[in-house]
């Protein structure tokens, strides 16, 4: 049989119908029309309630740690019943947590969301000003942090009850409050306090950065993460129908098997790893960090079908197995990354490795709860380029300066509207302006489309590198540069990387009579920044920074020369 045996939008109208998996329906939200699925569930607490259908079944796995659906859902009822007698957190109270991927992580979130609090995820790698900047943004009235955190956090006014976990300190303790991971399962079949949630109320505050000074939490609601949902099975179930096969398909033998080494914090862990497997029955297996001897391991050990990766990720694979792939790594079936940019030759080389196995890519944003668009199978083979389709309950535009749509296959900025864009930044409408237009959410990405709807990210307008997945903003980095004495100004930007998607790199002009050397830069820095935030190349330099005739940093010329340099 040829592929393709049917159109993406042929592949799209079938999928959508009425009585089909992704069948939506027209819904007025916040005073604009989009497109919901029929199919979506109501709220976290749904899905929550629901995973005890999968009883004794295993749901997370770390290291030596197994915790069943049910001794999940029992933990997250009472550390839900925890929050709302002990600490009086009610509907729409903050619940922050900053820690490690443990299971604890997932039992907070549900728990929160569950009793429709507002749950706010941090980034667990920020410096403790960072943290605590966030924390006192947020109005968390609990956090929940582990010893690492605890650590960081014990003297930082942060304004919040400090929980803790794995061995932190103060009064309050996880494991005094429901206890370790092997007594959850005997806890009280007892449910937490129904707050009757409805879709549209808040879920989640999701921080996009950990800036100094100007950190903006995303709201996102109950629909939009549930949106994510039934996004994330779009991609398979197109390629599927362009083979010419049924969709759904039967359901699978044995249970399917994820490895997720990317932090729950992130977008991709939460709504397209943590929320699925939950959801779906599938087991996860956490990492404490990334090993790559150890992923190997888990792999062969668990017979894991799913790797949720980064590509910064894929490639480190790809450089250690041989061509043609390894007997134990058998069950790998799909092979997805997102987050960054992609090389070209990654689905190519994911094939190579793990043959058998499909590449999948998605493309996405904190501000919409993780999928724009998603590519996969066939079509990302063929397309290496792309980063797919829209989802279906999501509309595009590409449109210039001035906000008018470009012609086909030129260049300009994507702009997303549907229910999983996000309701604004926390408190701080001039930046929710800036980015929000009638619905509208501009990502500051510039891409192209071609005919058949795929999209190509080519640049993006927002000053931001993607290191190994993680977002560095220019402006922190500049901003801590210019505290260093003997630094008259600096611009920041990003590189091309092969391994880590991008990389940080700094031109700084010293003052004059200054000697400043680029390993005391990086030294300084690191007082100040997490590390993934100090620019990896640095030059020093005595002339000017190049400006245009606005007086900006015109940062293309000084990325140009220094990639010529490294070529």
């Not at 109270?93 to 706010?120: K, L, Y």
């Not at 000074?213 to 362009?242: E, F, I, P, S």
């Not at 999209?455 to 560095?472: A, Q, T």
Request: hydrophobic content about 40%.
């Amino acid at each position: 049989m040829s592929w393709p045996v049917c159109s993406v939008d042929e592949a799209r109208a079938a999928l959508t119908a009425p009585g089909a998996p992704f069948e939506m329906r027209a819904e007025t939200i916040a005073g604009r029309t989009v497109r919901t699925y029929v199919n979506a569930p109501a709220d976290m607490r749904q899905v929550l309630d629901d995973s005890r259908r999968f009883g004794d079944a295993e749901f997370l796995v770390y290291e030596g740690e197994r915790i069943s659906f049910e001794a999940h859902w029992r933990a997250a009822s009472a550390f839900g019943r925890a929050l709302a007698e002990r600490y009086g957190i009610e509907k729409g109270d903050r619940v922050a947590v900053a820690m490690r991927n443990f299971p604890e992580w997932s039992v907070c979130a549900f728990a929160t969301m569950a009793i429709g609090a507002v749950f706010v995820p941090l980034n667990a790698w920020e410096t403790a000003e960072n943290l605590a900047r966030m924390i006192r943004k947020s109005g968390a009235k609990v956090t929940v942090v582990d010893g690492e955190r605890w650590e960081r956090l014990s003297d930082a006014d942060h304004g919040s009850v400090l929980v803790t976990a794995r061995r932190g300190g103060g009064a309050d303790t996880f494991e005094a409050l429901i206890g370790t991971t092997e007594s959850w399962s005997a806890l009280p079949d007892r449910p937490a306090p129904d707050r009757r949630l409805a879709p549209d109320d808040l879920a989640m505050i999701s921080f996009t950065s950990g800036t100094t000074g100007d950190a903006k939490g995303a709201l996102g609601t109950h629909r939009a993460a549930l949106t994510n949902l039934v996004n994330t099975q779009y991609r398979a179930a197109r390629a599927a129908l362009r083979r010419g096969e049924d969709w759904p398909p039967p359901p699978a033998a044995v249970q399917q098997v994820v490895l997720l080494p990317l932090p729950l914090f992130h977008a991709t862990g939460m709504h397209s790893a943590l929320v699925p497997a939950l959801a779906r029955g599938n087991r996860l297996l956490l990492m404490y960090r990334w090993d790559i001897e150890q992923a190997l391991r888990l792999i062969e050990q668990e017979g894991a079908h799913v790797l949720i990766l980064v590509p910064t990720l894929v490639v480190q694979l790809l450089e250690r197995l041989p061509d043609g792939g390894m007997p134990d790594l058998e069950t790998v079936h799909t092979v997805t990354y997102g987050g960054s940019p992609a090389p070209r030759d990654l689905a190519a080389g994911v094939q190579s490795r793990f043959p058998g196995a499909v590449p999948a890519q998605g493309y996405g944003a904190t501000e919409t709860s993780s999928l724009v668009a998603s590519n996969s199978h066939e079509d990302l083979l063929s397309r290496p380029g792309s980063v797919g389709t829209a989802v279906p309950c999501c509309d595009v535009r590409i449109v210039d300066d001035d906000g008018n749509d470009v012609s086909q296959g030129e260049p300009g900025e994507l702009w997303v509207h549907g229910p999983q864009v996000f309701r604004g930044y926390w408190d701080n409408d001039e930046a929710t302006d800036a980015v929000l237009r009638n619905g509208w959410y501009r990502t500051g990405d510039v891409v192209t489309m071609d005919e058949e709807g795929f999209l190509y990210v080519m640049d993006r307008k927002k000053d931001m590198v993607i290191r190994g997945g993680e977002n560095v903003y220019c402006a922190e980095v500049e901003e801590a540069i210019a505290r260093i004495p003997g630094v008259a100004e600096c611009a920041v930007f990003g590189l091309p990387d092969r391994v880590m998607g991008e990389i940080v790199a700094s031109v700084i002009v010293e003052q004059a009579g200054a000697t400043l050397a680029a390993e005391t830069v990086r030294e300084r820095l690191a007082a100040d920044l997490p590390p993934f935030k100090v620019p990896e190349r640095i030059e020093v330099r005595s002339i000017p920074l190049p400006r245009n005739a606005a007086g900006k940093v015109v940062k293309r010329q000084l990325r140009e020369a220094m990639t010529a340099i490294s070529d």
